[in-house]
């Protein structure tokens, strides 16, 4: 059941990340300033990393039991950090509320913990 529902946000995750890029390409463009623009692509371009990188968990999740618990919580650190990496740029860029951008480096930091998790559950690896 884990493995499908982060299969599910993966693919969510992904999808919206090229309709993220899309919006900015054409509805955005010569609406917002370039700099909110870019803080738009950048929010895209993380969520789609990240999604690729939980259909890695996905993948490795269905192949390794000794490993599991941490990469569960890799899989729930990458969608937290999306939520808040790029969810917070997402908002600050379309908003133009700077303080928006103080959430940012928590998303970061979910990243950086859902890497390390990664890191940890490969020597569970045979």
Do not use: D, N
């Not at 300033?33 to 999604?51: C, D, G, N, V, W």
């Not at 939520?83 to 379309?94: K, N």
């Amino acid at each position: 059941m884990l493995i499908r529902v982060l299969l599910f946000i993966a693919a969510i995750l992904g999808g919206t990340s090229v309709a993220a890029g899309a919006f900015a390409s054409h509805a955005l463009k010569e609406k917002l300033p370039e700099r909110s623009l870019e803080i738009f692509e950048t929010a895209a371009r993380y969520q789609m990393y990240h999604a690729l990188a939980l259909l890695l968990v996905v993948l490795l999740l269905s192949r390794a039991e000794a490993a599991a618990s941490l990469l569960t919580a890799t899989g729930i650190a990458f969608i937290v950090g999306v939520i808040l990496f790029s969810g917070s740029l997402y908002a600050l860029s379309l908003s133009g509320i700077k303080i928006l951008g103080a959430v940012t480096p928590l998303g970061g930091l979910a990243f950086l913990v859902g890497w390390g998790c990664l890191a940890i559950a490969a020597w569970g690896f045979k």
